[in-house]
């Protein structure tokens, strides 16, 4: 049995090494060829140097309590959210980071783990008897979403609220509300939606006035599908890009931010079309290990952080790649575990040591 057990971790294992490994690589080409990334290897190295040392100590850590404290790391992470927007540095227009020397902290990123414990949490607890008691749970969850979202749209970081908002519906379709507010809700948003796309088609001047300019603008950049010299060269790079390549002497073509946000599309500069399959193909078996994962979980609240991480993971996945050969807009979601970040791999690594953790019963009893 034990050994049936070490064969089916493999496929975590493998595809999980074989990401790290060519990230490591990427970075490896960004530091040493171009001279915008020179700390970018060393870092990385460290990210993940740090995300392992994490997740073993987790091993050792009672988990019941960070479920059942989850309200005060929330709360935590909202302080460090107000913090940011007053000391935070700029980067590329996003004051979304605290300068902490050798690295950049970045609240937004921690602020899933919180809020995915938290609601996990309330979701696994809570108990309705009347439908009074779910407008009660929705408005408060209304409440622990939205103050978030707000500041973090104050940075701006749009990727951050569209995983807080998916983990809400996720955590809130598998609990014990009922599915009637779905429905409630998709209505509601049709219409806010249909509304919107119907200023912005036929009256811009009406909606540029009840948004304001700026924002108007962060929307019209949104809709700007297959503009500009990133996406532009990262579709040359990709479409020009050999089947095999081992290229670490070569810069190829230039991809700004290619490290981060087009990661995939650095891929096939440095290793060819045949590096991107190996990504896709490391993806698709850690998905399917990691959704299969929940039967080995027992308790809910645990079984509901798992579906949050999922969330995460395999949207990140697909708007990043979607983002790289120009389908979706451009909004700053990294590669998970290919991409440079320090904050975003943490968090990872934090997610994974949680859900590991979660397998046995008596660990978090």
């Known amino acids: 049995m034990e050994k049936k057990i070490n064969l089916k971790n493999l496929f975590f294992i493998i595809p999980f090494l074989i990401l790290i490994s060519i990230s490591l690589v990427?970075?490896?080409?960004?530091?040493?060829?171009?001279?915008v990334y020179q700390n970018h290897f060393e870092k990385q190295i460290t990210w993940f140097a740090i995300g392992f040392i994490i997740f073993f100590l987790i091993k050792f850590f009672p988990i019941k309590y960070l479920f059942k404290y989850s309200l005060?790391?929330?709360?935590?992470?909202?302080?460090?959210?107000?913090?940011?927007?007053?000391?935070?540095?700029?980067?590329?227009?996003?004051?979304?980071?605290?300068?902490?020397?050798?690295?950049?902290?970045?609240?937004?990123?921690?602020?899933?783990?919180?809020?995915?414990?938290?609601?996990?949490?309330?979701?696994?607890?809570?108990?309705?008897?009347?439908?009074?008691?779910?407008?009660?749970?929705?408005?408060?969850?209304?409440?622990?979403?939205?103050?978030?979202?707000?500041?973090?749209?104050?940075?701006?970081?749009?990727?951050a609220i569209l995983f807080y908002f998916m983990i809400t519906l996720v955590l809130l379709w598998n609990s014990k509300i009922h599915k009637r507010w779905f429905l409630i809700?998709?209505?509601?948003?049709?219409?806010?939606?249909?509304?919107?796309?119907?200023?912005?088609?036929?009256?811009?001047?009406?909606?540029?006035?009840?948004?304001?300019?700026?924002?108007?603008?962060?929307?019209?950049?949104?809709?700007?599908?297959?503009?500009g010299m990133q996406i532009e060269n990262a579709l040359i790079a990709i479409g020009s890009a050999p089947l095999f390549q081992f290229s670490?002497?070569?810069?190829?073509?230039?991809?700004?931010?290619?490290?981060?946000?087009?990661?995939?599309?650095?891929?096939?500069?440095?290793?060819?079309?045949?590096?991107?399959?190996?990504?896709?193909?490391?993806?698709?078996?850690?998905?399917?290990?990691?959704?299969?994962?929940?039967?080995?979980?027992?308790?809910?609240?645990?079984?509901?952080?798992?579906?949050?991480?999922l969330t995460i993971f395999i949207i990140s996945q697909i708007i990043n790649i979607s983002m790289n050969i120009g389908i979706f807009p451009i909004i700053g979601i990294p590669l998970p575990f290919i991409s440079y970040g320090g904050s975003s791999t943490i968090v990872l690594f934090i997610y994974l040591a949680i859900i590991f953790k979660s397998q046995k019963k008596e660990n978090i009893n």
Not at 26 to 35: E, K, R, V
Not at 200 to 219: A, E
């Open 185 to 227: 809700f998709g209505i509601l948003v049709s219409l806010l939606i249909g509304g919107f796309f119907y200023l912005y088609f036929w009256q811009k001047d009406i909606l540029i006035n009840l948004i304001g300019t700026t924002f108007f603008y962060r929307v019209e950049r949104l809709f700007s599908l297959g503009n």
């Open 26 to 35: 990427l970075m490896y080409h960004a530091a040493f060829i171009s001279n």
């Open 248 to 309: 670490l002497t070569k810069t190829g073509i230039y991809i700004p931010e290619a490290p981060t946000d087009f990661a995939f599309a650095l891929t096939s500069n440095v290793l060819g079309i045949i590096g991107n399959i190996i990504i896709l193909l490391s993806f698709l078996v850690l998905d399917y290990y990691l959704i299969n994962y929940h039967k080995k979980i027992t308790k809910k609240e645990c079984k509901l952080f798992l579906y949050s991480f």
């Open 72 to 159: 005060f790391l929330y709360i935590f992470n909202l302080l460090m959210l107000v913090l940011v927007l007053f000391i935070g540095k700029d980067i590329n227009g996003a004051k979304a980071w605290i300068d902490l020397h050798y690295f950049n902290f970045q609240p937004s990123e921690f602020m899933k783990i919180s809020y995915s414990l938290y609601l996990a949490y309330l979701c696994s607890k809570k108990k309705f008897y009347k439908w009074f008691d779910e407008i009660k749970f929705l408005l408060y969850i209304f409440l622990i979403f939205t103050i978030p979202a707000i500041l973090v749209f104050l940075e701006p970081d749009t990727g």
